[in-house]
């Protein structure tokens, strides 16, 4: 399959869900769910169909689970979601794409779990009330800190 064909399949499917594209000069994109609007780049190369099917995957509301999903997972189910859907269309991942989501991903999980360490340790500036329940519960009865309600 020719790229000018995929890519015409991949804006059928967003204007199908009633998004309005534009498109962007770089790799990037986003999706505007409130407004339906959807920012793809020009599809001219294997990145760029790329990028326009992971932006495809937030369009189809694929990459989200009941409740509210973590930004770290939401992009995950993204990045398979566009991996598989350039197999679907007969085109190989392009090895520089899939070092950016792997480096994009690591860095979403480290900073969760740094922001994480960083309310653990500075009791006094706890974002909520539970953690600063936690740490009182630990210094009157010296238990094992019990970190049962946080998803990371």
């Known amino acids: 399959m020719e790229i000018k064909k995929a890519a015409e399949m991949i804006e059928k499917e967003i204007e199908a869900k009633g998004f309005s594209i534009q498109y962007t000069k770089g790799l990037t994109g986003k999706v505007y769910p409130a407004t339906k609007r959807c920012l793809i780049p020009q599809i001219l190369t294997r990145k760029s169909l790329y990028a326009a099917c992971r932006q495809l995957s937030h369009v189809l509301e694929n990459v989200y689970i009941k409740g509210k999903s973590k930004r770290d997972l939401i ?61 009182e519960d630990q210094n009157k009865k010296d238990q094992e800190i019990k970190l049962e309600g946080f998803n990371f």
């Not at 566009?82 to 950016?100: C, D, I, N, Q, Y």
């Open 75 to 135: 992009e995950l189910r993204a990045e398979e979601y566009a991996h598989k859907k350039m197999k679907e269309l007969g085109f190989s991942v392009p090895r520089e794409m899939t070092e950016r989501a792997t480096k994009l991903l690591g860095r979403k999980i480290r900073r969760t779990k740094k922001r994480f360490l960083r309310l653990y340790l500075n009791r006094k500036k706890s974002v909520d009330g539970k953690l600063q329940r936690i740490w």
